[in-house]
């Protein structure tokens, strides 16, 4: 809050929230970079780890650079506390081991990434946690699939690789008619484009790794949400253990102070490269939610700032045509990750689903002449030239 008592605009929250400066009155955040901190008697020690007085006691699950991390992700997710992980596959299977047990059941979108359908369908069912997946657009679909043991509804929107965009609000309506949560991975957007809790999401979920960062440096996670919905994820990691690093934090939190900036580039670069594939005769298909002509561009625009910096597009001749794209650039990297200033190219049934099964891959759409590039910092007219090489 600003002296006048009028709330920060999120730009400034980006820059200026949750600041944990020590007494030497450092401008930059500070990072701290001990396993464990001291008290000043027993009984003080004793408050401490009950959780009745406030204070650091072991990095696990108290730091004061991971703590600065999840208040400012708070504030800019609009949510009441967040908790910080070391990867965004860590963020959800903490919702998901705090929140779901052996008989309950979890009504999934189908368009997801990998490592996420592999959770799903792979290790919660080992746990007699059944998962059901639709069509993340199809919400009669997700009506007909609620259970009255569904615990959960888990969308990411857009979706990665397709850029499929769901309604949150009429899922959030949904899930709560029945006595579930609605959990959202924001990744694609980042608080910067779109905020799931306004929405009547109950609990956000990153990949800190990607636009968060902003620079491709280090893994981490986080979940957003109420105080009350937090508190267990927290106490699981607490327990297990999938912390993130108090220098991995310090990182995180200069990645947000240029996130909006960066974001609104990336996005408007992405916008003009979508439309340019569009006119190439080589392309069938482009996937950008900014494009007029994608199927959910009217819900995007009103549940999103911008369309965002990640597109797909589906080339003619398939695996063979798509892999001497991805052949032939010289000034894109060939990496599966995105977020980055720098824009990357990759063949998703060959790299991010390539551990998903065939039919998976063909029920979410992810056919072998698609490619998606996540758009950084470039100039428009190089990555064109760029593209054209293999194309």
């Known amino acids: 809050m600003t002296a006048s008592n009028q709330p920060l605009h999120p730009e400034t929250l980006a820059v200026r929230a949750g600041r944990e400066l020590s007494a030497f009155g450092e401008h930059s955040q500070g990072v701290y970079l001990s396993s464990s901190f001291t008290f000043d008697s027993a009984e003080e020690g004793a408050r401490l780890f009950l959780g009745e007085q406030e204070g650091y006691t072991y990095s696990r699950f108290t730091n004061p650079t991971v703590n600065a991390f999840q208040t400012r992700l708070a504030a800019l997710e609009g949510g009441e506390r967040a908790i910080a992980t070391a990867s965004g596959m860590a963020a959800i299977q903490a919702v998901m081991m705090s929140n779901l047990q052996a008989g309950d059941h979890l009504l999934s979108s189908q368009s997801l990434f990998g490592s996420t359908l592999n959770l799903f369908s792979g290790?919660?069912?080992?746990?007699?946690?059944?998962?059901?997946?639709?069509?993340?657009?199809?919400?009669?679909?997700?009506?007909?699939?609620?259970?009255?043991?569904?615990?959960?509804?888990?969308?990411?929107?857009?979706?990665?690789?397709?850029?499929?965009?769901?309604?949150?609000?009429?899922?959030?309506?949904?899930?709560?008619?029945?006595?579930?949560?609605?959990?959202?991975?924001?990744?694609?957007?980042?608080?910067?484009?779109?905020?799931?809790?306004?929405?009547?999401?109950?609990?956000?979920?990153?990949?800190?790794?990607?636009?968060?960062?902003?620079?491709?440096?280090?893994?981490?996670?986080?979940?957003?949400?109420?105080?009350?919905?937090?508190?267990?994820?927290?106490?699981?990691?607490?327990?297990?253990?999938?912390?993130?690093?108090?220098?991995?934090?310090?990182?995180?939190?200069?990645?947000?102070?240029?996130?909006?900036?960066?974001?609104?580039?990336?996005?408007?670069?992405?916008?003009?490269?979508?439309?340019w594939l569009s006119t190439l005769p080589q392309v069938e298909r482009v996937y950008y939610p900014g494009l007029a002509s994608h199927p959910q561009h009217a819900l995007a625009m009103r549940q999103q700032r911008l369309g965002g910096a990640v597109l797909s597009f589906v080339i003619k001749g398939g695996r063979e045509a798509a892999w001497r794209v991805v052949d032939g650039i010289e000034l894109i990297s060939r990496t599966a990750n995105l977020g980055d200033v720098k824009s990357t190219l990759t063949h998703p049934a060959s790299t991010t689903h390539a551990r998903v099964t065939a039919e998976a891959r063909e029920r979410a759409g992810i056919v072998e002449g698609l490619l998606r590039v996540a758009v950084g910092l470039e100039h428009l007219d190089d990555l064109k030239v760029d593209l054209l090489r293999g194309l």
């Open 123 to 275: 290790t919660l069912s080992r746990f007699g946690i059944d998962t059901t997946f639709v069509p993340p657009t199809d919400l009669d679909a997700w009506r007909a699939a609620i259970r009255p043991n569904t615990r959960l509804l888990f969308v990411e929107t857009p979706s990665n690789p397709l850029t499929e965009v769901a309604d949150i609000a009429a899922l959030a309506e949904l899930a709560h008619a029945h006595g579930a949560l609605l959990v959202v991975d924001n990744c694609f957007c980042s608080p910067a484009l779109q905020q799931p809790l306004a929405l009547g999401a109950d609990l956000v979920v990153h990949s800190a790794t990607k636009f968060l960062d902003g620079h491709g440096r280090v893994l981490g996670g986080a979940v957003v949400g109420s105080d009350r919905l937090i508190e267990p994820i927290y106490l699981h990691v607490r327990t297990a253990g999938p912390s993130l690093s108090p220098f991995n934090a310090w990182v995180l939190l200069s990645g947000l102070e240029t996130l909006f900036i960066r974001m609104e580039r990336q996005c408007a670069t992405a916008l003009a490269l979508a439309e």
